[in-house]
């Protein structure tokens, strides 16, 4: 079945790092990825995803590339803030599914002054 | 937009009780919402997929007559942990969709079996 792995955690980062954060998937067809992000004592909220190979999606300064040929999806930064701090969750979303999300493990990212 | 609640955000009962918890869509329709749980310092797992005015459909191993979840409008969906235990103890978190639209999640609510 379709599942996703990204890298274990905690991440610890000093503030203006580089930011990568593994994410690999299996999965038959052609899934939609996303990057969801969880804010300490909040839900989680979409932070970029992409529908198909080649595609690149970001925000807030936050890219990942939808790689087919390598099964990946890889979150990165070039200069993460203290307020990026926060659990990051790689999910994909296969063809026929009706929507239904799978979640890798989570990675914690904490980002100090 | 696309703001979901749930209610309550946290709540202890004793084993043996039913809690019910709802998830609702406050600024748009939701065809669709999705219950999920979460261990601590775990991802997120699909309990069920609910359709509004239809039966949900649960993933496998999870139990049906134990997690209840009633969608019986556009905005409003409840999910019914009958006769809770410790092992019960754990956050559920929803989402809700609109079409094929994104899914927008709820901020969880933490249940505590004791």
């Known amino acids: 079945g379709n599942s996703v792995t990204q890298m274990e955690g905690p991440v610890t980062l000093s503030e203006e790092a580089f930011l990568t954060i593994n994410c690999t998937y299996t999965?038959?067809?052609?899934?939609?990825l996303f990057w969801y992000v969880q804010y300490p004592g909040e839900g989680l909220q979409l932070l970029l995803k992409?529908?198909?190979?080649?595609d690149k999606g970001s925000n807030k300064g936050f890219e990942a590339t939808y790689r087919k040929e390598t099964t990946s999806f890889h979150l990165e930064k070039g200069s993460v803030q203290v307020s990026d701090s926060a659990v990051y969750f790689c999910?994909?979303?296969?063809?026929?599914?009706?929507?239904?999300?799978?979640f890798g493990q989570g990675t914690e990212l904490s980002v100090k002054p | 937009g696309a703001v979901v609640s749930q209610h309550p955000s946290w709540v202890i009962c004793k084993s043996g009780t039913s809690v019910k918890i709802e998830c609702r869509s406050l600024?748009?329709?939701?065809?669709?919402m999705f219950w999920y749980r979460q261990f601590p310092k775990q991802s997120l797992m699909l309990m069920a997929t609910s359709n509004e005015g239809s039966k949900a459909t649960y993933e496998q191993g999870v139990e049906k007559d134990k997690f209840l979840i009633n969608h019986a409008s556009l905005t409003l969906s409840t999910l019914t942990v009958t006769s809770a235990h410790p092992e019960d103890s754990s956050f559920y978190i929803c989402s809700a969709r609109r079409g094929t639209d994104t899914q927008y999640f709820g901020p969880g609510t933490r249940l505590t079996v004791l």
């Open positions: 992409a529908t198909k190979a080649d």
């Open positions: 600024d748009f329709q939701a065809t669709t």
């Open positions: 999910a994909l979303s296969g063809d026929n599914q009706g929507g239904k999300l799978i």
């Open positions: 999965a038959t067809g052609y899934p939609s």
